[in-house]
């Protein structure tokens, strides 16, 4: 351990990628104080399985990252259930909901996201979900129990992966996106077409440019349907609302911290404050020390910056600059994405409906930028290969 290393670190957060920081201090030789706090009742846990396997077998321990005898055997401390409520930036302390203070040597902000409201009439009736958290995937599971017809608000990852569950459940589902294809902001056209399609042909009732007015009650105040932009009413008793999701960046807003779409980091992941670093969904990495500030919402993400950050803080900087890459799991169909497509101005695309193959590779100029796949994903692994070795320095 460097001497230079902090006598403690402290995260705010205690999911994917505070639990990655914590092992990857120790597993490098951090011999300080860990401390995760977060405000779940869980240990750390995974998430993308509560959008796919968990609904179907609803197995909470197959979701922790690590079990508590491994925090316990690596002195890394967890506080669960507690809410950080503010961070005093000279003193170099955090204070909990409750009024306990505990101070850090480093403090890092892993503190996620969460998913964005709508203001529309209705939605805080009983039976409107949204899914996040562990307890939210609960209640989702125990409404489709009950449910019939579910009405999806949003047609990105998490509202077409629901919108798979459900249908293997036996429920009806009607999914309502404004934007006009799915997936918009993260997939080629290419890709949502391909997705529309098969959603399709699943029995999925799918409305795009579709916009929702309010969210109707019956007479015991639980959902009866959706009004939707043009005046069609669509029967539902249940609603998922998948709209997206907002960093949580509040604390640091209020410490102070430069907030730009999240926590504004340089590329080795420090906020404006040099003894506070932001790593995860809540963070806006600068990729390179000339490159773009992304905030990115991906398992791929919160990890490999938390590793970066764990070599910085061990007296091992290096400027983050990984590719990206990400999944999603919809029925039959493995979505695979490799690079990040902003700015592309060419695509060539590959496909074999018989087997539900698709590949779309996209260029910015000559440079292959990112590549979709869909059930390849040996194609998938060779994409990231290639895309790596690009981002890496000369
Ligand atoms: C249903 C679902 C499916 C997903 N599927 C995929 C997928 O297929 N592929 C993929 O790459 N990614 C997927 N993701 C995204 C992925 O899970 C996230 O990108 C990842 O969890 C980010 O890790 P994080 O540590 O930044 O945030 P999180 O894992 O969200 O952890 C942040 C924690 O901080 C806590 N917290 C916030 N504020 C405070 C505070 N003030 N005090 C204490 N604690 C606080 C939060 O409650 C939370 O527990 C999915 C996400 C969801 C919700």
Known sequence: MSENAPDSVVAIGAGQAASQLAISLRQGGYAGRIVLIGDEPFLPYSRPPLSKAYFKDGQPERLLLRKQDFYDKNAIEIRTSARVVSIDRDARQIRLAGGEVVDYGHLVLATGARNRVLSIPGADLAGVLMLRGLQDADRMRSLAGSARHVAIIGGGFIGLEAAAVFRAAGLRGTLLEAAGRLMARAVSPQVSDHFLSLHRAAGADIHLQETVRRILPDAGGKVAGVELGCGTIVDADAVLIAAGIVPNDDLARDAGLRIDNGIVTDCFLATSDPAISAIGDCANVQHGPDGPHLRLESVQAAVDQAKNLAA??????????????????????????????????????????????????????????????????AEHMRARRDLESETAPA
């Open 312 to 377: 910085r803080l061990l007296g091992q900087p290096e400027p983050y600059r990984k590719s990206a890459w990400f999944w999603s799991d919809q029925g039959t169909a493995k979505l695979q994405i490799a690079g990040l497509r902003h700015g592309a101005d060419r695509f060539d695309t590959g496909a074999d409906p018989d087997a539900g193959k698709l590949i779309v590779r996209s260029y910015r100029g000559d440079r292959l930028v990112c590549v979709e796949t869909v059930n390849m994903p």
